[in-house]
């Protein structure tokens, strides 16, 4: 084990920066968006929540391969391996599971890849003398939020098992940091996540029936579902339906470039919201992908989602301040941006 002051130097432009689940949703833009700035995203995945044709895709976008480690966050020997062969600036972690429902069915799963999988991460970092950590957080560590934006300060707790994860993840790094200012967190609570890379050749790909919005809304527009189910239109919102804060995929992107950069230049750790502010409703989602894809989708008002909030919209001024970070894509962007990964990847 490297003794701490022979901890590696921080990352600088051109430095590996090595993404955990770098072939999923998030992390995969995250990849593009790392390359555009200068650094060499390092992909380690197990392909359990991901296809390995995202690494062709990315080289696509990218121009040049992007280097891809196969293998399970939970394997302390690969892991090592890894470790051994790549000198990393820096590590940006998104390997979980994250879906609710699945979460309450399965317990034992999330608690095993979501904390089990940090630790042996963090523990593999401390011998490699890797310091700097960007963690994927979520919005679900708010619970029921009764303040509204939603500030950093609001209370934390779960609703779920998926969020007892998330919120175990953030307390641990929060105690390490405190215990020993070798490590550096960069803690990122996503809200909505909502749309695809401008090419169409990387994007959100549910297995089987999405639970999300967006991509659910995607398959009733390609003509493979029927209709939009409406969960409860009673909400005490504008138009009654929920109210989310959808941030585009690619400025989540680059709000993980600028996380890691504030790392890099020695300004310390952060826990800071990833949004843009501003609260769409159900319908409002409904009616942007219509204009998206040339055509008013189909919908049916139905009972409320147990578990759901009627709103969940970011205070997103922390990141403004800490990160020098501000979304700036639309909707409506989300909206082409999903329309046209489904109608280039459905052929
Ligand atoms: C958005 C709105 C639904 C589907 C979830 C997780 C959260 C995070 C992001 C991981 C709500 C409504 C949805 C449908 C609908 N994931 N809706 N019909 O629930 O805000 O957040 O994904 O970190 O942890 O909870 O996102 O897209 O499922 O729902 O009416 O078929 O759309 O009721 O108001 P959610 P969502």
Redesign the pocket.
Known sequence: MLARSQAKGDAVSGDKILLTGGAGYIGSHTAVALAEAGYAPVVLDNFSNAKPSVLERLEMILGVPVALERGDILDRAFLADVFTRHEFGAVIHFAAR?A?GESVARPMDYFETNCCGLTALLRTMEASGVRNLVFSS???VYGEPDVFPVPETAPRWHTSP??MT?LASEDLLLAMADADPFWAFGILR????AGAHESGLIGEEPDGI?????P?LAKVALGELPH?????DDFPTPDG????DFVHVMDLAEAHVSSLRTLLDGSGGHAVNIGTGEGSS?MQ?LASYGRACGRDLPWKP?P??A??VAK?VADPSLAASVLKFRTRRTLDEMCESSWRWVTRNSR
């Open positions: 994250k609710v979520s919005a679900t998926y969020a998330k996503y809200f909505n996540p999405p639970n999300n919005l967006m659910y939009l189910n409406v969960f409860g339906t929920g109210v989310r159900v989602m139905g409320r989602r578990g759901d969940l």
